[in-house]
C-alpha cells in the first residue's frame, strides 16, 4: 500500500521517508555496481524534512517559475536525489534499480538536466553554490517570483574558493531567498576533512561573509524543520545550515568509517543494511506547492540599431563590444555581468543603459560565470566579460555550463601580446584554446569595430556558449556599416587570380597580415588576405579554396601555437582533404613588457615576419 506524505505529516512519517531514501540510495548503487551510497545517507534525514515540509516545487509542472530551486551542489550524493524523484512519484523503481549509472539513460552519475527536474548539471564540487547565487539573484531581482533556492552542500566542497565567492555575494546583496545546508558528515574521499564535525568554525566562517550561521544536528528531525523554518520565515538574509551528521547513517557497518567513500555496499552487505534501515517501503511525498505562476511573457524585441563607425578611423573592438552591447541590451532578456573591469572592457555602457539589468560580481570570475548560468537557466540571456586571461580562471565553469547545455555569451578583452606594457600575467594567449574545445562552442575573433558590433548582436542568437575576443589597441576600420559577418564565414579582403601565397589573421594580426601584403606586393608577389574573424565554426570552404589557388599559406595569430587559429586553418584543410604549404605564426616564448609593435616583432608576428615567412615558402 502507497501512503503519501505532505507538509501536515508528523515526524515519525518524515523519518519513515528518511529511511525509505537510505535504502533506495543503497539499492541503487548497489544494483548499479558503483555510486556514493554513504554520502547519501549521511543527507537522507535532511532532505526528508525538506521535501515534505519546505520545498515549494510541483513535480508534475517543474517549469512553474513560481516554483523552488533545489540544488544537489554535491552531485556525487546523486543515488539521494534520485531516491527523492522516486519518493515525489517521477522516477519509478524500475527505472532507478535497472538505469541508474548504465549507458543511454538519464540517472547519470551526477546529476543532469536531461532530468526536468534538475536545473543544472553538478558534480564539478564548489559549483552548485555559486549556480544558487545567480538563480536566487534573478527570481528575486528580475523575475520578482518569491521562490527560494536551497543547496545541499558537501563539507569537503567548503575548502574552494569559490565556494566563499559564492557565499560573499550572497552576503552582500542579501539574499534572504538563499538557503544552503551544509551536509558535515566529517569523511572525505580519501580521510577526513579539514574541519571534521567542528561547526561552529564553519559557523563563524559563514557569519564572517555576511551570511546566517544555524547549527543542527542533523539527524535531529526536529532541529532541522526548525531551522529551515527560520530560514523560510525570515527574509533578511541568505542562510547557512550547518548540519552536523554521519557518513553513512543508519547502516552500522559503514558508519563513520573511512574507505567508503564512492563505494557502493557489496549484495551481501547491502541486504543487511536494508534490513537494517527497516526495509523496504513505498513512500510518495507531495509537500507544498507553489503558486501557479504565468508563464513568462515572451520579450518583446526591443530596438536594435547597431553603431556605425568610418571606413578608415580606429576604434577598438573592445569600445565597438560595448556599444553593440548596450544597444542589444534592449532585449529585455539580456543581462549583462562584469567582474571590476567594465570602464576597460566597456561593459559599463551597457550599465549606464539598463542599470537594472547590470551585475557587478567584482573580481570573482568564477561566480561571475556562475551567476551568468544561472541566469541563463532562468531565461536570460547574459554576456559576462573581463580580459581574456582572467577568464581562463573560471574555464571549469564554462565546462560545466557546457554539460548543462547552457547558453550564455562571453568576451574576453585585452588579449594577445598587443596590450603592451602590462606584461605576461595581463595577457590572454591561451583563450581561444580553452574556448575551442568547449562542447558546442562558437568562437568569434573580430578585427575592426564594424565587426565587432556585428558579431556582439549575433551571439544574442547563438544557441550554445559563445566567446568574442576583442583588442585593446584602436585599428583602422575594414568594414562599411551594412557589411555582414555570418558566423562561420571569412572575408577575403585581397584577393586575385595571380595570388602566389594566402596570409590569414584575425585581430591585431590581420592589420599586420595587410601590412605584409603591401611589403610583397612591392617584391612583386601577389598575397591574398583572409579575416579569420570565425574560428569556432571555421570557414572551411574558403581555407581550401584559398590552398588550393595559392598553395601556401601563412597563419598569424596573436596566441600561443596550442589550439588557436592555426591549429583551426590545419584541421579544417585536413578535413577537406586538401593540402598546402603551411607557416604558422604564434607567440612560442614569454613575452614581456613594451609597446605594442615590439611585442608583436618579438613574438614573430608582426607584418615583418609575416612578409618572410610568405617568401619562405614561395623558396
Not at 510541483?58 to 550524493?77: C, E, M, Q, T, V
Not at 520578482?144 to 566542497?157: A, Q
Not at 547491502?270 to 511573457?297: M, N
Not at 555550463?401 to 594567449?429: F, K, N, R
Request: aromatic fraction near 6%; charged fraction near 20%.
Amino acid at each position: 500500500m502507497t501512503t503519501t506524505l505532505g507538509p501536515d505529516s508528523d515526524l515519525s512519517q518524515i523519518f519513515e521517508l528518511a529511511q525509505q531514501l537510505r535504502v533506495d540510495s543503497v539499492r541503487a548503487s548497489t544494483s548499479a555496481g558503483s555510486g556514493h551510497p554513504t554520502s547519501s545517507l549521511s543527507a537522507a534525514d535532511l532532505m526528508a524534512v525538506l521535501m515534505t515540509r519546505h520545498l515549494r516545487y510541483d513535480w508534475d509542472a517543474p517549469d512553474n517559475r513560481a516554483g523552488d530551486h533545489l540544488i544537489f551542489s554535491k552531485g556525487h550524493a546523486s543515488p539521494l536525489l534520485y531516491a527523492m524523484f522516486k519518493a515525489a512519484g517521477v522516477v519509478d523503481d524500475d527505472e532507478l534499480m535497472t538505469t541508474y549509472r548504465r549507458f543511454g539513460h538519464r540517472l547519470q552519475g551526477h546529476p543532469t538536466p536531461v532530468l526536468p527536474w534538475v536545473d543544472l548539471a553538478t558534480g564539478s564540487l564548489g559549483q552548485g553554490i555559486a549556480y544558487a547565487v545567480g538563480i536566487a539573484l534573478v527570481c528575486r531581482d528580475l523575475s520578482k517570483v518569491d521562490s527560494r533556492v536551497w543547496v545541499l552542500c558537501g563539507d569537503s566542497e567548503m575548502t574552494e574558493g569559490s565556494v566563499w565567492e559564492a557565499l560573499d555575494k550572497a552576503g552582500r546583496h542579501r539574499l534572504g531567498n538563499f538557503t544552503a545546508i551544509i551536509d558535515v558528515n566529517r569523511l572525505g574521499q580519501s580521510g577526513p576533512t579539514e574541519l571534521e564535525w567542528d561547526t561552529h568554525a564553519y559557523a563563524r566562517r559563514v557569519e564572517a561573509f555576511g551570511c546566517r550561521a544555524l547549527v543542527v544536528d542533523g539527524h535531529d528531525l526536529d532541529a532541522v524543520d526548525k531551522a529551515l523554518t527560520a530560514a523560510d520565515d525570515d527574509r533578511e538574509a541568505p542562510t547557512v545550515v550547518v548540519a552536523r551528521t554521519v557518513k553513512g547513517r543508519g547502516v552500522s557497518e559503514v558508519a563513520d568509517k573511512n574507505g567508503w567513500h564512492g563505494k557502493p555496499l557489496p549484495k551481501d552487505m547491502a541486504e543487511r543494511a536494508v534490513a537494517e534501515l527497516g526495509g523496504r517501503r513505498d513512500l510518495r511525498v507531495r509537500g507544498p506547492q507553489p503558486p501557479q505562476a504565468p508563464p513568462a511573457p515572451a520579450p518583446a524585441a526591443g530596438h536594435i540599431e547597431l553603431p556605425r563607425f568610418e571606413v578608415g578611423e580606429s576604434v577598438a573592438t573592445r569600445v565597438a563590444f560595448g556599444k553593440a552591447l548596450a544597444v542589444v541590451g534592449n532585449r529585455p532578456d539580456v543581462v549583462a555581468l562584469d567582474a571590476e573591469v567594465g570602464n576597460s572592457t566597456h561593459a559599463e555602457d551597457f550599465q549606464k543603459a539598463h542599470p537594472e539589468r547590470y551585475f557587478q560580481t567584482y573580481i570573482a570570475e568564477q561566480q561571475m560565470i556562475a551567476s551568468a548560468v544561472g541566469m541563463a537557466v532562468c531565461g536570460y540571456r547574459p554576456y559576462a566579460t573581463t580580459f581574456a586571461a582572467f577568464l581562463t580562471r573560471a574555464h571549469d565553469f564554462i565546462r560545466m555550463a557546457a554539460v548543462s547545455q547552457v547558453t550564455m555569451a562571453l568576451c574576453g578583452t585585452h588579449c594577445g601580446v598587443e596590450i603592451g606594457a602590462d606584461g605576461p600575467s595581463q595577457m590572454g594567449v591561451e583563450d581561444l584554446a580553452m574556448m575551442r574545445a568547449v562542447l558546442g562552442s562558437t568562437v568569434l575573433y573580430p578585427s575592426d569595430a564594424t565587426s565587432s558590433a556585428a558579431l556582439t548582436a549575433a551571439m544574442a542568437g547563438l544557441d550554445g556558449i559563445s566567446y568574442l575576443r576583442t583588442t585593446r589597441g584602436a585599428y583602422p576600420v575594414l568594414y562599411d556599416a551594412d557589411e555582414t559577418f555570418p558566423v562561420g564565414g571569412s572575408k577575403t579582403l585581397r584577393h586575385s587570380a595571380d595570388d602566389q601565397v594566402t596570409l590569414i589573421g584575425a585581430g591585431v594580426t590581420l592589420h599586420e597580415c595587410l601590412a605584409a601584403a603591401d611589403r610583397l606586393a612591392a617584391d612583386g608577389v601577389t598575397a591574398r588576405v583572409v579575416d579569420l574573424y570565425s574560428v569556432k565554426p571555421v570557414d572551411t570552404d574558403t581555407l581550401a579554396r584559398a590552398a588550393r589557388e595559392t598553395g601556401s599559406l601563412v597563419v598569424a595569430e596573436d596566441h600561443h601555437p596550442e589550439g588557436g587559429i592555426g591549429e583551426a586553418v590545419l584541421s579544417a584543410l585536413n578535413a577537406a582533404g586538401v593540402h598546402a604549404a603551411v607557416a604558422h605564426l604564434a607567440v612560442r616564448s614569454l613575452p614581456g613588457s613594451g609597446t605594442t609593435a615590439e611585442l608583436l616583432d618579438a613574438a614573430g608576428i608582426s607584418a615583418g615576419h609575416i612578409a618572410d615567412a610568405a617568401r619562405s615558402l614561395l623558396g
